[in-house]
């Protein structure tokens, strides 16, 4: 598999996991607010913070038939071009923030919706892309960011499993060489019983590549989950304070509960550790607490061990219980004190029969 490198950042399923804080439309059009999101993104333990380069006009177009009225999400009856004028980031602050991100040492890189937010990023320096989920079928928008030749993640909601080969093949043919896949359910917010977090592991064997989640729930337990399948990069929304109100601010984790989340992700990857049986070095201490065999009566010399005078109890300085059939039946050499754990210098070199 090859590794995804954002900047110094490696990116991979041997790497700790790489969060990405979304900030979307949660500044509310208020520059210092955004400025406090990267920060709450920092203290939080976030990797990066994403924003997203569109216009409304970029969008869409300004028009109030009933094909550019929202139906069926958070969203209802309000018409596109209203909400992405709302939503969006204006587009110089990627330039303002970054030196804020750098300063905090957060990689800060955005998603783009069409060539001009593009040739925009690229003046600008952006390290990396994001697509959304909703531009995965945009195959010309995937060819630009593609020619580029930096680092892309791919969100990959709704998407079938043809729409994403399509997608990699297009990233592929256009020179892109590091490209990650993060697996999404694009609701806002999204439940946990349609994340079907099964699709990581099949998309990390199907395409070879670095896959994360971008999570839209409300819960920490479906990025830890994604974690133990084999996610790499957890994408999921940072606001202030949802009583913030915006387009996203609904569906966003606040800055206590994005560091909860983060904290529960990197125990769950430190957990996986490796393939591994027997004692590890905090184990060791707790092997005296196994079972052995004990002298449990005092033993005369020449008397037989039995199953009244020898048991199997805690703790583990006696012979393995697994040697149990051998001891008994057999002659001791000595007379031995009951609480005497059982070693074969304590038995008689030959064999007796076993009453």
């Not at 990405?20 to 400025?35: I, K, Q, Y």
């Not at 929202?70 to 596109?80: F, Q, S, V, Y």
């Not at 830890?224 to 387009?247: D, F, M, N, W, Y």
Request: proline share 6%; glycine share 6%.
């Amino acid at each position: 598999m090859t590794l995804l490198k954002i900047c110094d950042r490696e990116i991979g399923p041997k790497c700790a996991p790489y969060i990405v804080a979304e900030m979307s439309g949660n500044h509310g059009h208020d520059f210092d607010r955004a400025v406090k999101i990267l920060c709450a993104a920092k203290e939080a333990g976030a990797d990066a913070v994403k924003l997203q380069s569109y216009t409304s006009e970029t969008m869409t177009i300004d028009c109030d038939n009933q094909y550019f009225r929202i139906k069926g999400t958070p969203w209802d009856g309000r018409r596109l071009f209203e909400l992405y004028a709302d939503a969006h980031t204006p587009w110089d602050w990627y330039r303002q923030l970054t030196p804020v991100a750098n300063d905090l040492g957060l990689q800060l890189f955005s998603t783009p919706f069409d060539s001009t937010s593009v040739d925009y990023l690229e003046q600008e320096g952006a390290p990396a892309y994001k697509v959304a989920s909703f531009e995965i079928v945009d195959l010309p928008l995937l060819n630009r960011v593609a020619r580029t030749g930096k680092p892309v993640i791919l969100s990959t909601g709704m998407a079938s499993s043809v729409e994403i080969e399509e997608a990699v093949e297009t990233l592929k043919a256009a020179g892109c060489r590091h490209y990650a896949l993060l697996k999404c359910t694009s609701a806002y917010p999204a439940p946990a019983t349609e994340m079907n977090l099964h699709t990581i592991p099949d998309l990390i064997k199907r395409f070879r590549a670095p896959v994360g989640i971008s999570d839209h729930t409300m819960e920490v337990a479906v990025s830890v989950s994604a974690i133990a399948l084999g996610a790499c990069i957890v994408e999921k929304h940072l606001t202030l304070s949802r009583s913030q109100e915006g387009p996203d601010s609904g569906f966003s984790l606040e800055p206590d509960e994005f560091k909860l989340m983060v904290q529960s992700v990197r125990t769950a990857f430190e957990s996986l550790g490796e393939v591994h049986y027997g004692v590890t070095d905090r184990e060791r201490s707790s092997l005296v607490f196994r079972r052995s065999l004990f002298v449990v009566k005092d033993i005369k010399a020449g008397e037989k061990f039995t199953n009244e005078n020898v048991r199997s109890i805690r703790p583990g300085y006696g012979l393995p219980p697994r040697v149990f059939d051998q001891v008994l039946g057999r002659c001791a050499n000595r007379p031995i004190k009951r609480g005497t754990p059982m070693s074969w210098d304590l038995i008689t070199s030959s064999s007796e029969t076993k009453s």
